[in-house]
T-cell receptor, first 110, second 116 residues
Framework: KNEVEQSPQNLTAQEGEFITINCSYS?????LHWLQQHPGGGIVSLFM???GKKKHGRLIATINIQEKHSSLHITASHPRDSAVYIC????????????FGTGTLLAVQP | NAGVTQTPKFRVLKTGQSMTLLCAQD?????MYWYRQDPGMGLRLIHY???????AKGEVPDGYNVSRLKKQNFLLGLESAAPSQTSVYFC???????????????FGPGTRLLVL
């Protein structure tokens, strides 16, 4: 069993739909990261959170520490949101190492 | 600031050849990481460094060596390339303000390596 699991693996949505991507982790964490990777592109950090909820424009990330679960929501989805979304558990400590999920491929159709 | 850069962007090697991938960051970050990304798998840590002159093994270090002679550079070497090392390689860096606090990692654009 992977230490960080995401669901779904693939997601197709129509423009304007509300999207949820889920992440469960089994390790102790210092923080939970959400990253975005466009096709053929680099990886950028969207959120780093250790409790509660964070919002950036149309993106919202939540975390439930007790349940070891995080969600990434996209409101009013747009084709430019099409990308791979990656969840990563931050181990903290003296190394800042991350354990990554396998990613969710999101396609938003116009 | 250029952020994190990687050289080269793409390379084709024959089995048994050697090469070095260069990662450079201009953010004065202490920590640097090398990952590989393969289809259907999450990013996996190859080696990392928590400061100039230090390196440590990650999850999949076999077949790779690294060096961090300068704070801004982190080199990944393949001494004898194998087809199993065909992958996309990402470098990342971070700077922990406090060692107990997880900091955001900043990623380079990646290097695509094909080993024939």
């Amino acid at each position: 069993k992977n230490e960080v699991e995401q669901s779904p693996q693939n997601l197709t949505a129509q423009e304007g739909e509300f999207i949820t991507i889920n992440c469960s982790y089994s390790v102790g964490i210092s923080a939970l990261h959400w990253l975005q990777q466009h096709p053929g592109g680099g990886i950028v950090s969207l959120f780093m959170l250790s409790s509660g909820k964070k919002k950036h424009g149309r993106l919202i990330a939540t975390i439930n520490i007790q349940e070891k679960h995080s969600s990434l929501h996209i409101t009013a989805s747009h084709p430019r949101d099409s990308a791979v979304y990656i969840c990563a558990a931050g181990e903290g400590g003296a190394t800042n190492k991350l354990i990554f999920g396998t990613g969710t491929l999101l396609a938003v159709q116009p | 600031n250029a952020g994190v850069t990687q050289t080269p962007k793409f390379r084709v090697l024959k089995t048994g050849q050697s090469m070095t991938l260069l990662c450079a960051q201009d953010m004065n970050h202490e920590y640097m990481y090398w990952y590989r990304q393969d289809p259907g798998m999450g990013l996996r840590l190859i080696h990392y460094s928590v400061g100039e002159g230090t390196t440590a093994k990650g999850e999949v270090p076999d077949g790779y060596n690294v060096s961090r002679l300068k704070k801004q550079n982190f080199l990944l070497g393949l001494e004898s390339a194998a087809p199993s090392q065909t992958s996309v390689y990402f470098c990342a860096s971070s700077y922990p303000i406090d060692r107990g606090w997880q900091e955001t990692q900043y990623f380079g654009p990646g290097t695509r390596l094909l080993v024939l």
